[in-house]
Structures are given as C-alpha cells and as structure tokens.
C-alpha cells in the first residue's frame, strides 16, 4: 500500500507514529493509499523546524518574498493538471471542477505577489518637532493552518500564500481524507526557492491538531471545517493564547423573487446545489421560492436532473462525481428518508442513478414542500440534495436567511435592482450573491461567513489575511543630521 508522509524542512518525512488513516479512491471504492498520522513528538519537529527557519525567513526582503511567489505562481500554473489529478483521485470531485479549485488557489498566491504593497505601513512626518511616528507590520512567528476535505488545494493556498508571504513560517495539517496535493504543492514550495522549513506538512487527526492547538511555539492557527470543530479550534486555540480564525460549516439559501427569470435561476441553483456532489461550503442547499416562483422554478430544476451525467471524475463527460465516504454517501441518502417521514416531498431520488462499480456515488436529489423544522433544513447534509422551501413574500424569505443559525453565503435571484439592494442590507450574511450562485470572493476582498459560520474576528485571505498574518508596531523616532553619505550613480542590484 502506498504511505503518504509529512514534509518536514524541505522534504518528506516517514511517520514513526505507528498510526495511519485510509485514503480512498471514492470513485472505485477502494483503498488507494495510506497516510501517516502524527504523534505529538512529530508535531513537534515540525514546529522546531519552522522556528528555526522564521530566523532567516523573516528577515528577508519584500522583493526577494515576492520573486518567491512569482516562481511558484507560474509552478503551480504549469502544474495545473497534475494537481487536478490528484484532487479528482482522492477526492472525486470532476477533473473540470478540480481545474477550477486550482485556479481559486492560484488567486491568492498572486495575491501575495504584491506582499511588498500589501505590507505598508503608515508614516506621519514632524509628529512632534523633529519627530516622526510610523506603524510598520511583521510576521507572527510559526502559524498553522488546518484545511478540509472539500478543497484539499485552494484551502491551503487561502493561507499559507498570505503567511508565508508576510514572513511568517507555516505548518499545514491538511485533512486526512485527499492529503496527497499539499505534498506536490510542498515539492513546488521549494522549487520556487523558498527556504527549507518555512512551509511543513504534517498529517494526522486529532492528536496532531491538539498538539497544534497546545503548542507554545505556535502563534495562529486557521481553520476550515465543520462548525462543531471550529468552535473547538477557536475556544482551544484562543484559550492557549493565540490568534484563530475559524471557519465553520453552512446552509446556503437562494432566494428566488418572482420577478427573476427562472431559467437562469434553475441553471445556477443546479450548478450551485450539485456542482462538487454538493461538497462545497458555499453549495446552495435551499432555494427560497417566493410566490409565483415556485412551480415553474421546481418544474425547471427538475427537468435539469436527468441530462446530469454522474460518474468517475476522470472521466470526461462526468459532470458530478461521488461523495467524499461511504460512510458520508450513506449519511446523505439518509436524509431522502427522514424528509418524507417529516412530510417533505422528495421530487427525484438520487438513490435511484447509480454508476457501476463500488464507488460512493449518490445522484442528485430534489426536496420540495421543506419546513423549517425538518433535518434536512436543520442540518448541513454537505451532499447532492436540494431543498426548496415555499414563501409567500420577500420578508419572509429574508426571516429564513436571518434565523438560520449560519450565515456563510447566500443569493437574491431578480430583476429589481431595489429589491437586491435592499436584500444585500438587510441579510445577516457574510457572504451574498445578486444573480450570483456562489460568490466566494475573489483573492483581493476576504472569504468569510458571518454567525456560526466564523468564529473569529477576521476573515480569510485578502486584506484580512494580511492583517491576520501580522502586528504592527509603532517606532517614535528622533535623528540627529546624517553624518555620512556614498555616491553611487547606478540602480541598486542587491534585493
Ligand atoms: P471537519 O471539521 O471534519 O475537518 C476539518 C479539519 O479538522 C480536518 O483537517 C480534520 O482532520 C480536523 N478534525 C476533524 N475532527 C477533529 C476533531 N475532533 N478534533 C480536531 N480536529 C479535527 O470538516 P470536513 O468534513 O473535512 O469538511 C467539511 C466541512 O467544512 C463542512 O462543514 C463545510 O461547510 C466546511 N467548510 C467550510 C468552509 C468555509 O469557508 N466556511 C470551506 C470549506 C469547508
């Protein structure tokens, strides 16, 4: 069996831990490798090698930081495909959706091209006579960020270009479910030239992150995940002195006016519901159809269904592939049951597509009639089942959104550019879509839920991740005339 093993100071490292997690290929349903899952000791090492290499890397200059990420910009650029391979294979999401996670990765890797902007500071001349104040920002020191399953490239890359950039060193503890891409980006991390140590991977599960979480040599921890594991990371973390951000589960709704032009909103609520088999924290799991709507929205999602070809992720035609477990299919397929117990009607039942073989495929699913107080409603299902909720008006889709206990993403489908704006006012959501499925932000605004889809005060990559990745400090100076000076009549070579 293959083992996968940490990436330790610039090369990877075999777990003597003596434990290890399966790693599946869900297409086919078998047992594809096995990943190394760290001991205490081993989190250990990697954290003592990022302190040593914070020494040097730290004090390396913006240009020489952002000539870094230039080189690994046009790597993982060449190694698109490659990385794609790996993401369809372990996780199962369709080559032509992996391609695009790799692209919303690439994003904030050339974000953080232009670290020497980014990092600025503010200067205020003469504050005082003679005295000038100025903030300047530095790294926090060895920071560590802890990804999911669903995006097993882009996620990483939402933090460790940021942090790594801002100087600071980083251990990345992805999930043990599809960990093989943050290995290759590992080997791409020292082509591009950056210094052994600075970005480490170790894999593991809850051992590890305790370890993480416990640590007195780690200053800030970000997390993507399930929201019952980021309120731990945060209460844990923040308890043991450092920074967290983290960012928890979902229940996206769209809503869905009379007004919009409901082939347009049955494409993106197709897209947006069953795109990644529904895995994706920004998926909409609940279309709001207001009045009118809803019988031709229903009538025209439904007929969508069955041209939707599901199958193995490499394959080209495969739009949707399967779920992430078995475990996690059966769970989802569940749902189908509990909502027509609870009197929703379930228009297309997805356990009725299957694919051959023994993959953990489950086809696309369509609940209509659902209340507020069903499971499926109440819980993030994190699969290919879409929910329609009926209203009669506006306010009451906006009570839906409001009352939901997360606030990640949502959507307002329309023609009224008043009722938009006045949706993007009123919704307590850090995240929203006007004739927009999925509006995760790009690279230069930050990602970032409101209520129990966040916990912490900032949010992820962009200005945020800047800020999240660093402190300032304000020098108060006074300087007497300079006594010496060179002449030297060429452009400065040196960075
Ligand atoms: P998860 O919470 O199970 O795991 C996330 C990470 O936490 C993994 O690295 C895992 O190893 C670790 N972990 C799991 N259980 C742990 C425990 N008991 N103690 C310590 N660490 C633990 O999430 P997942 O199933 O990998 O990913 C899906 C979830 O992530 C969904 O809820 C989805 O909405 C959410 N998500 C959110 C965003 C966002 O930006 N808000 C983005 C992607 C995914």
Known sequence: ??????????????????????VWNPATGEQQA????????????????????????????????????????????????????????????????????????????????????????GYSEQASTGVDVYSIRQPLGVVAGITPFNFPAMVPMWMFANAIAC???????PSEKDPSASLFIGELVKQAGLPDGVF???????????????????????FVGSTPIARYIYETGTRNGKRVQALGGAKNHMVVLPDADIDMAADAAVSAGYGSAGERCMAISVVVAVGDAADPLVDAIKARLPKLKVGPGNEPD????????REHR??????????????????????????????????????DDVGEAMDCYRDEIFGPVLSVMRVDTYEEALRLVNDNPYGNGTAIFTRDGG??????????????????????????????????????????????????????????????DPATSTVDLGFPQVR
């Open 34 to 121: 096995e990943v190394d899952f760290a001991s205490v000791e081993e989190v250990d090492r990697a954290v003592a090698t990022a302190k040593e290499a914070l020494i040097g890397w730290r004090a390396v200059s913006l240009s020489r930081r952002s000539e870094v990420m230039f080189h690994l910009r046009e790597l993982v650029d060449a190694n698109r495909k490659e990385i794609a391979s790996l993401l369809t294979s372990e996780h199962g999401k369709v080559l032509g959706d992996a391609l695009g996670e790799v692209a919303r990765g690439l994003e904030n890797i050339e974000f953080a091209c232009g670290i020497p902007n980014l990092m600025k500071g």
């Open 419 to 480: 009722a938009a704006h006045q949706f993007q006012f009123d919704c307590n959501v850090g995240m929203v879509g006007i004739n927009v499925p999925i509006p995760v932000p790009v690279s230069y605004y930050s990602f970032g839920g409101w209520k129990a889809s966040l916990f912490g005060d900032l949010h992820m990559y962009g200005p945020d991740g800047i800020q999240f990745y660093t402190r300032t400090k304000v020098v108060t100076s006074r300087w007497p």
């Open 200 to 222: 480490n991977v170790v894999h593991g599960d809850k051992v590890a992150v305790d370890r993480i979480l416990e640590h007195p040599d780690i200053a800030a921890v970000s």
């Open 318 to 325: 495969s739009e949707m592939g399967p779920l992430i477990t």
């Open 330 to 367: 059966d769970k989802v397929a569940g749902y189908l049951d509990t909502a027509a117990e609870q009197g929703a009607t379930v228009v297309v039942d997805g356990r009725g597509q299957t694919v051959p073989g023994d993959g953990f495929f489950l086809g696309v699913s369509l609940i």
């Open 1 to 22: 069996m293959r083992r996968i093993n940490h990436w330790i100071g610039g090369q990877t490292v075999e777990g003597t831990s003596g434990r290890t997690g399966p």
């Open 167 to 173: 100087g600071n060193t980083f251990i990345l503890k």
